[in-house]
């Protein structure tokens, strides 16, 4: 190849096998490499990269083929250490600075220094320095290529601590504090590098601090930043910041607190009526409180009594705050009241305070309006009562106040009613120049409660109490009476006659003057007598006692008081009532009949006051009956229940009279209770039978049976009756009646049984007629009923076709009464009614016996048709070897089942060769010898045909003759298989047992052997070397004990014996033989 040159930043060096051959050359590379370090120290960083601690990085080394050359070597510096070394060529060797050997690799393609698990220790200027074998001169790169490695390590907190030193959390709100209080905290940025930049902020703004500490331990920063701030209305609602910044994180870092700053109300207004305002109006009066933080305690004032809203229902307070967006609140209230007289001129106030003011003992803030009321006249009358005669003078004053005084109208009202002081003859004043008012002469139309109603500009006012003025004159009465309506004799009760005033001043009767039909009956009170209980009594009032028909009068009275007697009442009649006399009853006709009609007729002789013309009845002692209340009552239909006795009175407003009764007797003529039905069955092998007939009759009727119309004898002894009278019966409504019940005495008749055709006849039971009806009868057939029999049907075999629908089959049967049908197929009913009607077409399935099932109450019958479904025949061919032919087989699957065959081959051009009908030995198969000298596949087709028509092909292809095994039928070939698994099996069981005996008989001729139990050598030369244990070590000669072991096997280290590897299979025998001696087996052994 030559001598080479290499060159390193610009200088030629030797190639690498002369370097220790030429030490000038070495001592050249030497003071190069010197000057390259020393240069590499006070070169620029080419680019600076930063990475978080722990994490991998990679530190690029550019290298540019096509400027410099072939690259020789690369050697990277940590400051002025080397750490790696990449010798480039066939080797590419490369080399790592123990130190970093773990944690730093050297990569090309491309060239790069790979760290990882980054330490803070790694940060520093790495220099890339490359040898080239020829440099270009235009390459640049002869300083090598500075990286700058940054470590970066984020801080492991941001904490922010308060004056005490306590750590207040990302968010956290402190307080309260008060405004012109200092705040003091730090924030503090633990275990971060590089060093942070931290700085306070409110808000937006940066807030002026002192300059942060920053304390480095072990290649960390910790950076602490206090804060002192003076707190301002500036601070509501604002989040204090401590902002870190730091390449080590990729936003800034914020952690932050606010303050709840507690501040002064600002403001205080009332606002709400402006100049003034009308009684009765709603009044709202409001104050604004703004500025305050927290929101403020408000009172309200009148004056100088605090309002209270609990202590007053027409007054409400309403009371809201609201947070503004500073964090100050706005409250506002609100004083609700309706405008009275009462806050005229009154001076309202709102104060209002926080504990900012409480704290600093500074006075509540406060805010005052004065109310003007304007309101109507506020009257008051007097005197509030007058007592006058008729044609006296009378003043009633009137006197008010008001806002504003003067008034616009005056008005005096009498019992609400409004009085015409315009009337001058009768009234003087009342206006707005005299408001008083004067009635010259006092009369009866005077009388009243007066009140007075006067008006300003805002509106009227009424006194609040009244002026009674009373005005006396003598009495109007009329008569009451108590009870007001009639009175009744038979209560023997009193009556007060009541000389009621109708019009006097005074009211109240100090005499009273009574009259009975306009003459004088005494006047009250009476004290010119000697009773006492006459004088000091209520002269309004007289008491009648024990009222009767002599009190039959007209009452009038005269009233007395202190103007004199006034005019005598009307009469008014005192009305008496009084019962009619004694009834009398009667009825027609005199005996009533069962569903007719009976008429009864009550009468009195004295019709009593006022005249009777009602009356009551009774049945049976019950009632009287609400809706029957005339003379005359008829009844009908007549039943049982009408059987009673009937009573009637009359009676009026005065009461009843004398009651009246009669019995009432009640026939019925003959009617069924129970009738013979029209029919009756009897099962003809009954071993009793009876026909039942109940008549109604009263008087008492006989009752007797027919057959056929002929009257059956008392001496016929195949029959026989019971009778019996039964009582009425009131559940039913059924009157006395005759029970009859005909018996069937069985024994007697011919063969203890009914016939079933000359048994059958009309029944009929048959009354006598009484004195209120004529004779009835009732006729039954009598049928006698038996289970069904020769039950036939139409067609025995029905054939059909598959797909067409077969004619129906006529099911008849013999019995009473008619039976009911249905027809089943394969245990399912699949019609009624005795035809068989199938509208379906029918299908090989439908194939088999139809039932059909007569059935009525007394038993059942069966008869059945067989439909045979006949459908084309299908065929299968089998092949089989017949008395040692190879023969095909075609059997037709159809119905009917003979059937005719027809053989043929199926050519090359899909024609066929007929080969006849084959050999038919049975109905269903036909046989087809092949021939012997064939070599060629062939495929052999068959059609079967019966009456109903040909089937489908069935084919089958013949490859070639057929093995012998093939020849054969299958169950053949199954027995010869299972045959020959049998002999197998049978082989493998007899040579088990021969092994087992083998080993068995070996095992007892050791046993026998007695010249080993003499201790003669039990194996031949060089037997012991092929044992399986030859060469292991020596058994120790510490026996086994034998008494632990209670089995069956032999051991050789037994009963304290060691006899060694070759004596092993004699040991063993002895030991057996001692082992049997001790159980009694020694004899078994020899």
């Not at 050997?101 to 790495?126: G, M, S």
Request: with cysteine.
């Amino acid at each position: 190849m030559g001598n080479m040159v290499l060159r390193r930043s610009g200088k030629a060096v030797p190639k690498s096998n002369q370097l220790a051959e030429s030490s000038p050359i070495s001592l050249s590379l030497v003071l190069l490499l010197f000057f390259a370090l020393v240069d590499s120290t006070i070169a620029q960083v080419d680019t600076t990269i930063s990475q978080q601690e722990s994490q991998s990085v990679v530190l690029p080394c550019p290298v540019n083929s096509q400027k410099c050359g072939k690259l020789h070597s690369l050697n990277w510096f940590k400051g002025d250490a080397r750490i790696a070394a990449m010798l480039l060529g066939d080797s590419n060797v490369t080399s790592v600075n123990k130190e970093f050997d773990e944690r730093v690799t050297v990569e090309q393609n491309p060239y790069r220094l790979v760290i990882k698990d980054l330490k803070i220790a790694d940060e520093d200027i790495y220099l890339c320095d490359t040898t080239f074998f020829i440099p270009e001169e235009t390459c640049d790169n002869f300083n090598g290529y500075r990286i700058e490695l940054r470590v970066l390590v984020p801080p492991t907190e941001v904490v922010i601590l308060d004056a005490k030193g306590d750590r207040l959390e990302n968010g956290r709100i402190v307080g309260p504090m008060q405004e012109r209080q200092s705040l003091k905290a730090t924030c503090t940025v633990r275990n971060t590098r590089p060093q942070p930049e931290v700085s306070w902020f409110r808000g937006t703004k940066r807030l002026t601090t002192y300059s942060p500490t920053h304390d480095l331990i072990n290649g960390l920063y910790t950076s602490t930043l206090e804060l002192d701030w003076q707190l301002s209305r500036e601070d509501l609602a604002q989040d204090f910041e401590c902002r870190v910044k730091s390449a080590a994180i990729q936003n800034v870092t914020l952690t932050k607190f606010s303050v709840d700053l507690q501040v002064r109300p600002t403001s205080i207004n009332i606002n709400g009526v402006k100049h003034h305002t009308v009684q009765g109006s709603k009044v709202v009066l409001t104050c604004d409180i703004r500025g305050a933080r927290p929101a403020v305690n408000l009172t309200w004032y009148n004056t100088t009594t605090i309002i209270s809203s609990d202590e007053n229902e027409i007054t409400e307070i309403r009371t809201k705050s609201l947070e503004k967006s500073d964090g100050t609140f706005h409250t506002q209230s609100e004083l609700i009241f309706n405008a009275t007289r009462f806050e005229n001129d009154r001076v309202f106030r709102c104060e209002a305070e926080n504990i900012v003011l409480q704290i600093n003992r500074e006075k509540p803030i406060s805010s005052a309006l004065t109310l003007e009321v304007l309101y109507p006249p506020v009257v008051k009358v007097s005197p509030s009562d007058i007592i006058a005669n008729t044609s006296e003078i009378v003043l009633l004053n009137c006197e008010y106040v008001a806002n504003p005084a003067s008034l616009t109208q005056v008005e005096w009202y009498r019992n609400d009613d409004l009085v015409n002081v315009n009337d001058t003859t009768h009234y003087k004043g009342g206006n707005s120049e005299n408001v008083a008012l004067v009635i010259k002469a006092t009369n009866k139309e005077d009388i009243g409660n007066y009140s007075c109603q006067l008006s300003n500009n805002i509106g009227k006012g009424t006194s609040d109490h009244k002026i009674n003025l009373d005005v006396q004159y003598a009495p109007t009465v009329e008569i009451l009476m108590i009870p007001k309506g009639p009175v009744k004799e038979s209560d023997e009760s009193n009556v007060t006659l009541f000389c009621n005033v109708l019009d006097a001043n005074p009211s109240v009767l100090t005499k009273v003057r009574w009259y009975a039909n306009s003459t004088l009956l005494k006047e009250l009170p009476d004290c010119e007598e000697t009773r006492e209980d006459l004088c000091h009594i209520d002269p309004s009032k007289l008491l009648l006692e024990s009222i009767g028909r002599g009190f039959f009068y007209n009452y009038s009275c005269e009233g007395f008081n202190a103007a004199g007697w006034g005019p005598r009442s009307e009469e008014k009649e005192l009305l008496v009532h009084y019962e009619p006399g004694p009834a009398t009853l009667s009825h027609f006709p005199l005996v009533a009949v069962k569903k007719k009609s009976v008429t009864f007729s009550c009468s009195v002789d004295d019709p009593g006051f006022p005249e009777s013309n009602r009356f009551r009845w009774l049945r049976g002692g019950r009632g009287p009956l609400q809706d029957i209340v005339t003379k005359d009552w008829t009844v009908e239909p007549i039943d049982l229940d009408n059987r009673s006795n009937y009573s009637c009175y009359a009676y009026n407003e005065g009461g009843k009279g004398v009651m009246a009764t009669v019995s009432l007797e009640v026939h019925a003529p003959p009617f069924f209770i129970r009738n013979l039905p029209q029919y009756t069955g009897i099962l003809h092998t009954s071993p009793n039978a009876t026909l039942t007939c109940r008549i109604e009759c009263v008087p008492r009727c006989d009752i007797s049976w027919q057959k056929d119309g002929v009257p059956i004898e008392r001496n016929d002894t195949r029959y026989f009756v019971k009778e019996k009278y039964m009582d009425a019966s009131p559940a039913t409504g059924d009157f006395e009646s005759m029970l009859s019940v005909l018996h069937f005495n069985m024994p007697n008749w011919p063969d203890s049984k009914f016939n079933i055709e000359d048994d059958n006849a009309n029944y009929t039971c048959v009354s006598t007629g009484n004195t209120v009806g004529g004779s009835i009868r009732s006729r039954t057939y009598f049928g006698i009923e038996y289970a069904p029999e020769n039950t036939t049907v139409s067609e025995k075999i029905v054939y059909v076709q598959e797909g067409t629908i077969p004619g129906r089959v006529i099911c008849k049967s013999r019995a009473n009464p008619e039976p009911s049908y249905d027809w089943i197929f394969k245990n399912q009913t699949i019609a009624n009614g005795n035809a068989l009607i199938i509208n379906t077409a029918m299908t090989r399935n439908d194939n088999g016996t139809y039932t059909c099932l007569a059935y009525n109450k007394h038993g059942n019958s069966i008869a059945k048709t067989i439909i045979e479904v006949q459908f084309k025949p299908r065929c299968e061919i089998e092949r089989q070897e017949i008395d040692d032919q190879d023969t095909l087989i075609c059997i037709a699957y159809g119905n009917p089942i003979e059937a005719d065959f027809s053989w043929s081959i199926k050519t090359e051009n899909e024609t066929d060769e007929s080969l006849g009908s084959g050999k038919k030995q049975n109905s269903d198969k036909s046989y087809y010898i092949l021939q012997t000298d064939y070599a060629i596949s062939r495929t052999y087709r068959c059609v079967a045909n019966n009456t109903v028509g040909y089937g489908s092909f069935c084919e089958i292809e013949v490859a070639e003759q057929l093995a012998w095994w093939q020849l054969w039928e299958k169950n053949t070939l199954i027995i010869l298989v299972a045959a020959i698994l049998g002999l197998m099996l049978t082989v493998i069981i007899i040579c088990c047992i021969i092994i087992c005996i083998c080993r068995r008989r070996r095992r007892q001729d050791k046993l026998n052997d007695k010249s080993s139990s003499l201790g003669e050598p039990l194996s031949e030369p060089g037997e012991y070397e092929n044992l399986p244990f030859h060469g292991l070590q020596t058994a120790p000669n510490k026996p086994i004990n034998a008494q632990i072991f209670d089995d069956e096997f032999i051991y050789a280290d037994l009963e304290s014996q060691h006899y060694g590897p070759i004596n092993y299979k004699a040991a063993s025998l002895y030991s057996q033989i001692k082992k049997n001696k001790k159980s009694g087996a020694f004899g078994d052994i020899k």
